[in-house]
């Protein structure tokens, strides 16, 4: 059975790599390693079809070193114990032992401290390779003793360089005669969002379907029909998913409408749970909104509701409308400013007592014990307000978290809050 287009254009030689070439110049700790001086473990970080396999087997071939992979989905501490074993004999044969791990923040803790010591020794050469970001996922012991290399996806001009290669060297695409036409060409590396992988593939699918036709040539037609069922780049949970958070709720606190709802767009159609988004605008609506717009949180449950009724895709139209809307409101994020202000006093003041006349007095004991004496009721006094009474604990003293801003509804709330503070520093002065 032919092995997939990608499998079968796997660089031999560093010279057929294409892309990383800030990693891969002469003279950088991979290049030498790859040129089989300065054999180091390492962790590859990137994105998929970036070529973190491909690499590692380029290091263990150019190093003359024994080659064993794992996968850290399938694989325990077990089979890295019988790794270990092996590459213990090979040390008294003078011969290095690369252990690749794929997918290694799959690892738990206990499992990366199982070849964390043979890491230390020089027993095994760890390469691992990740989609995520290593930092938060591996050991700081094991990140100490790896150097980390990001890989980045392919440029579109990377992956035309990749198209035209696989079509002048594949025998079994020089053998069918298939050519592309430089539309097309075009197309397939936009649409490959980057992964080497992916464009093989599509590039593999594409040329089966122009073969049986008339001229042999691939067209935007036949990208067309292979890309209609393919599935978004969109990485749930992974650095990339919240890489794309980010920029929508970036896009939304600076009131860009139309890049918020391409990022929003770009992650329900990549497969994001449209309730985990809801969750984040109503996040984005406290945060970034806040007073200055009130009616956002409503907007947003509102949408949320429309959505369960609706369901996908129609419902989705109502996520549009909600992010827009939080697009183009008024922004404050003084609520969440004065949050994290009383949070923190609340935290190094905990025991703090409850001011007598703020206290509740629902027994005969409670009342003896003067709860409640001298509370004044504010719906009893001019305009709601008594003014200059304290409701902070007499060690924490009066304090102001809440500073509305100059934008929205907070215009109003702060001529008010001016107003009554005024009033409480007049009453305060004649007590």
């Keep these: 059975m032919l092995k997939p287009l990608a499998e079968r254009l796997r660089p031999k030689k560093l010279e057929d790599v294409v892309g990383q070439g800030h990693i891969l110049a002469s003279g950088q700790p ?26 590692a087997k380029l290091v263990c071939q150019t190093s003359k070193s024994d080659w064993y992979q794992l996968s850290a989905v399938s694989s325990g501490v077990k089979d890295i114990r019988n790794i270990i074993e092996l590459a213990k004999n090979n040390l008294k044969l003078n011969t290095a032992t690369i252990l690749f791990i794929d997918e290694v923040h799959r690892f738990n803790k206990a499992q990366q401290d199982a070849f964390l010591p043979y890491v230390e020794d020089g027993t095994i050469c760890l390469i691992g390779a990740t ?3 290593p930092a938060f996922e591996l050991n700081n012991a094991l990140l100490s003793r790896a150097r980390v290399y990001v890989l980045k996806a392919l440029d579109e001009d990377a992956l035309d360089k990749l198209i035209l290669h696989a079509l002048q060297r594949d025998e079994s695409l020089i053998s069918s005669g298939v050519s592309i036409d430089d539309d097309a060409r075009a197309m397939l590396a936009k649409v490959a969002d980057g992964d080497a992988r992916r464009v093989l593939g599509f590039l593999e ?57 391409y990022w929003a767009m770009r992650m329900l159609q990549g497969g994001c749970d449209p309730h985990y988004l809801l969750r984040r605008l109503l996040r984005m609506a406290s945060e970034d909104i806040g ?3 009130p009616r956002a949180i409503g907007l947003v449950t509102q949408a949320w509701g429309a959505y369960d009724r609706l369901g996908s895709p129609e419902g989705e139209l109502s996520i549009a409308q909600v992010v827009i809307y939080l697009a183009v409101a008024p922004k404050s994020n003084a609520v969440y400013l004065a949050t994290k202000q009383a949070a923190g006093v609340a935290r190094q003041s905990p025991a703090a007592d409850v001011p007598i006349h703020l206290r509740n007095a ?16 504010a719906h009893d ?46 009453a305060q002065s004649k007590s």
Excluded: C
């Design 30 to 55: 991979l290049y030498n390693a790859l040129k089989g001086d300065g054999l180091h473990s390492m962790i590859l970080w990137g994105p998929p079809g970036t070529g973190k396999t491909t690499l």
């Design 131 to 133: 989609t995520e970001n």
């Design 205 to 261: 699918t594409a040329a089966d379907l122009a073969q049986d036709a008339d001229g042999k040539i691939i067209t935007t037609k036949h990208i067309n029909a292979v890309i209609s069922v393919r599935i978004p780049h969109f990485d749930k949970g992974g650095d990339h998913f919240y890489d794309q958070i980010s920029a929508l709720h970036k896009a939304v606190r600076g009131t860009n409408p139309d890049a918020a709802l």
């Design 291 to 293: 007073n200055a717009d």
């Design 362 to 377: 629902p027994t005969k004991l409670a009342k003896s014990m003067q709860h409640g004496k001298d509370y004044r009721y």
């Design 381 to 426: 006094e001019e305009n709601a307000f008594s003014a200059g009474q304290n409701y902070f604990p007499e060690t924490v003293g009066e304090m102001i978290f809440y500073e509305p801003v100059q934008r929205g509804l907070e215009i109003k709330i702060a001529d008010k809050l001016r107003d009554l503070r005024m009033k409480n520093t007049r």
